[in-house]
């Protein structure tokens, strides 16, 4: 799945700076989101880079800084890895890091994540940002970020409670509001910058999104982002 924001409504980059957009060319060409964790390092979703074979021949461009796409900033992505068990008919472990270039510079437009390595049980719902589609017939696509409202539901309303570990199930309230095609890989986040959760894929019916726990993930996060710091 290539995922883009169904509904939702338009928001300034200032509300979630932590969102961006990669434009990846590995084979076939298309969207992704993800979320800065530092000034190089950017999660995402491992079936955005698992076509990506070489840094040095595949394109992964990242996009930052601003709710417009025509007025944001961009760095080639030097390298990238994705989790070593991630399985591409399940998704299981889909769960992906990208090192960029050179470092972003940090301000009011552009600001990382927190990640927690337990899941905060107390929430009750989070909001997904992305760029892509924002109607799929007649297909058109956004010029700037949108966001949506995502609840988070029970694992035994999410697939019949047959949820693999390491994800969690979201659901909006609003018929046709949900992140699909270009958002894949963008943060699932509570309490404004707190993230835990990675858009993974849609489930058949109910709009019902399944997210890559990132609490589930938080130690192997923490020990790949210093390999492609240190390598």
Known sequence: MVGFVVGGDYIDI???PHSNMM?????TTYLCGGSFIN????LTAAHCLYLCVDPTRDIVILNYGHSSIEKMKHLKVRKFLVHHKYCDTSLVNDIGLTYSNAPVKFGANVKRVALLSIFPRRATHGYVTGWGLVNTDPEELATSMKYVQ???IKPKECSRGNVPAGIF???SMNDGENPEMGD???AFVVY???QIGIVSYMLPKNNIVAYTNTTYHYHWIKSKTLELLCR
């Open 184 to 186: 894949s890989g963008g």
């Open 23 to 27: 434009y990846i060319n590995c084979t």
């Open 39 to 42: 000034d190089r390092v950017v």
């Open 150 to 152: 995502q609840d988070i």
């Open 169 to 171: 199930c979201g659901q």
């Open 14 to 16: 200032k509300k979630y």
């Open 192 to 194: 404004k910058y707190i």
